[in-house]
């Protein structure tokens, strides 16, 4: 495949971009190249075959970066295979349960809907309350949400997975 995939993600604290370098790991075990960077760093996709776009999920809501990405990219992105995800939740069980079946953020449902995505899913996230500023801490204890790493690394290795076999089988 002579053009690279872009895993393009979103972060407040980190969690996110750990999610996004360990797909990049899994594609790029699959023989694909690929490119892990901050949405916000990303200016054009010409040199890029197909796109992952993640984003932390704050009180429902993508970060900016990742929002920002989706507008201003939204013409090429509706021309390529796109994948979207979003982590956040903590807690244990199906994290789209825990967000009261939010699967991506209403707002940009719309843009999503477009561009066709082959998928967009939601993996649990990394609530590190050490991490938090004073609201957060606050928000956290009036929402009563967990904290603790509740990622689920087999979950998104699977994922990473089917997307480097769909993008192999196409090229």
Do not use: C
């Not at 990405?69 to 069980?93: D, I, N, Y």
């Not at 990473?160 to 089988?169: K, W």
């Amino acid at each position: 495949m002579d053009q690279k995939i872009l895993i393009a993600y979103a972060t407040k604290y980190g969690a996110t971009a750990e999610i996004a370098k360990k797909i990049g790991e899994v594609l790029s075990q699959a023989g694909l190249q690929t490119d892990v960077l901050p949405a916000k760093r990303v200016n054009d996709l010409n040199s890029y075959k197909a796109v992952i776009l993640g984003s932390a999920v704050y009180m429902g809501f993508w970060r900016k970066e990742a929002v920002q990405f989706l507008k201003t990219h939204e013409q090429v992105l509706a021309k390529q295979p796109v994948w979207l995800f979003s982590s956040g939740p903590s807690g244990q069980g199906d994290p789209e349960k825990l967000l009261n079946g939010w699967r991506f953020p209403p707002a940009q449902q719309p843009i999503a809907d477009r561009i066709h995505p082959r998928d967009i899913v939601v993996f649990h996230g990394n609530l590190d309350i050490n991490k938090l500023n004073f609201f957060e801490k606050w928000i956290l204890n009036k929402v009563k949400a967990q904290a603790g790493d509740f990622r689920d690394w087999d979950a998104i290795t699977a994922w990473a997975t089917s997307i480097a076999n769909a993008l192999l089988e196409a090229s």
